[in-house]
């Protein structure tokens, strides 16, 4: 059973930044970072692979967001930059164990975290 920990979360105005981080118990294959705002369904956010550390965003995101990571450390990161009011959301990060990976589906991640609260003020 892998464990997910996110942080970094917080109350920030528009254009501010912030960086989110998920620790993992272990490395799976892949992380991902979706979103959940009040209302609607959860949604895609970026994703990494842990070998290759290729990366995959969702038009909304692409140009202000920034998945990393770090192996020695088992932690992906997402640097949140120039944020909107339309980014407040619960954001949840997942492993992917990597059979059958498609990165923006929720589907192929077996592993999620508790959420952590992002909330874009005006």
């Known amino acids: 059973q892998v464990q997910l920990v996110e942080s970094g979360g917080g109350l920030v105005q528009a254009g501010d930044s912030l960086r989110l981080s998920c620790a993992a118990s272990?490395?799976?294959?892949?992380m991902g970072w979706f979103r959940q705002a009040p209302g609607k369904e959860r949604e895609f956010v970026a994703a990494?692979?842990?070998?290759?550390?290729?990366?995959v965003y969702a038009d909304s995101v692409k140009g202000r967001f920034t998945i990393s990571k770090a192996n020695a450390k088992n932690t992906v990161y997402l640097q949140m930059n120039s944020l909107k009011l339309e980014d407040t959301a619960v954001y949840y990060c997942?492993?992917?164990?990597?059979?059958?990976?498609?990165?923006?589906?929720?589907?192929?991640?077996?592993?999620w975290g508790q959420g952590t609260q992002v909330t874009v003020s005006s």
């Open positions: 997942a492993a992917s164990p990597g059979r059958g990976w498609s990165a923006g589906k929720e589907w192929s991640y077996d592993y």
């Open positions: 272990e490395r799976t294959y892949a």
């Open positions: 990494i692979n842990w070998s290759g550390g290729s990366t």
